[in-house]
């Protein structure tokens, strides 16, 4: 049996951090061995929201969902110790690129594990996504009028128009007016059918998105806060507005 190490640094190990990481691994062996990692006498403090965004942004960890006890599709891990036979019990390492954080790595675990309650596994990958971007879910509701029917020319696209006489006593009937031979014509009204979007429903959809995603943030503030399981980060009580579409938000006055 062949055994093969790597040492390396982390790429970023906080403020006032040293953190050193050894990763070694039995060449036929299903999963590796654990990290050893050093604790941190002086940790950073940090928020829930800017704690995933330097885990996925800056630290490029991602989900793993096999270790929920969900099977990937596509290759197994027989496959993989198949081929590594072939290579001579070889591993190959892939370049130029460290491994994340150790705080990165368990910041996403936590994310994979979510309930379903909080929105499973999808939830963690949208978070993870908003994360990686440095973004929020987008509720604001930017009102704004379209035309209903367009028509489009060589001129461009242009608003279709119809004859107000046709929406009855809500509209207007012909007017009359005399041409230049002095006969009296009836000119039809036109108006311009438009519908506003986003409309209420998607309003109230974009908002329920927000409060999903803050649910997922309060409930991860409330595990790393309770089990300490960070080596180099604390995480505070910081935590986005829960309704920032309201102009007094209730957490604000509380404080």
């Known amino acids: 049996?062949?055994?093969?190490?790597?040492?390396?640094?982390?790429?970023?190990?906080?403020?006032?951090?040293?953190?050193?990481?050894?990763?070694?691994?039995?060449?036929?062996?299903i999963e590796?061995?654990?990290r050893l990692v050093l604790r941190s006498s002086n940790?950073?403090?940090?928020?829930?929201?800017?704690?995933?965004?330097?885990?996925?942004?800056?630290e490029k960890a991602r989900l793993d969902f096999d270790e929920m006890g969900v099977t990937s599709v596509g290759i197994s891990t027989e496959y993989l110790l198949?081929?590594?036979?072939?290579?001579?019990?070889?591993?190959?390492?892939?370049?130029?690129?460290?491994?994340?954080?150790?705080?990165?790595?368990?910041?996403?675990?936590?994310?994979?594990?979510?309930?379903?309650?909080?929105?499973?596994?999808?939830?963690?990958?949208?978070?993870?996504?908003?994360?990686?971007?440095?973004?929020?879910?987008?509720?604001?509701?930017?009102?704004?009028?379209?035309?209903?029917?367009?028509?489009?020319?060589?001129?461009?696209?242009r608003s279709k128009t119809r004859c107000a006489s046709d929406l009855g006593s809500n509209g207007w009937p012909a007017q009359p007016?005399?041409?230049?031979?002095?006969?009296?014509?009836?000119?039809?009204?036109?108006?311009?059918?438009?519908?506003?979007?986003p409309t209420a429903a998607q309003v109230a959809d974009a908002k329920r998105k927000y409060l999903r995603w803050y649910g997922v943030l309060h409930d991860l503030r409330a595990a790393f806060q309770a089990d300490g399981s960070l080596d180099c980060h604390v995480v505070t009580e910081a935590l986005p507005r829960r309704t920032p579409w309201k102009t007094v938000d209730v957490e604000t006055l509380a404080l």
């Not at 940790?43 to 800056?58: D, S, T």
């Not at 007016?177 to 036109?190: E, I, P, S, T």
Request: charged share 25%; with cysteine.
């Open 177 to 197: 007016r005399r041409n230049r031979k002095g006969a009296v014509v009836y000119d039809k009204v036109l108006y311009c059918p438009i519908s506003y979007s």
């Open 32 to 34: 590796p061995a654990p």
């Open 43 to 58: 940790p950073r403090r940090i928020g829930i929201q800017q704690l995933l965004e330097w885990a996925f942004g800056v």
């Open 1 to 29: 049996m062949q055994s093969m190490g790597r040492r390396g640094r982390g790429r970023s190990a906080g403020r006032g951090c040293s953190l050193k990481v050894v990763r070694s691994e039995v060449i036929g062996a």
């Open 82 to 157: 198949m081929q590594r036979g072939l290579l001579g019990g070889m591993r190959i390492d892939g370049g130029g690129k460290s491994d994340p954080h150790h705080d990165a790595d368990i910041v996403a675990s936590k994310l994979a594990a979510i309930g379903e309650g909080l929105g499973g596994r999808s939830m963690a990958i949208w978070v993870a996504d908003l994360a990686r971007s440095g973004s929020m879910p987008d509720w604001h509701a930017r009102l704004r009028a379209v035309p209903t029917d367009v028509s489009t020319n060589r001129h461009g696209p």
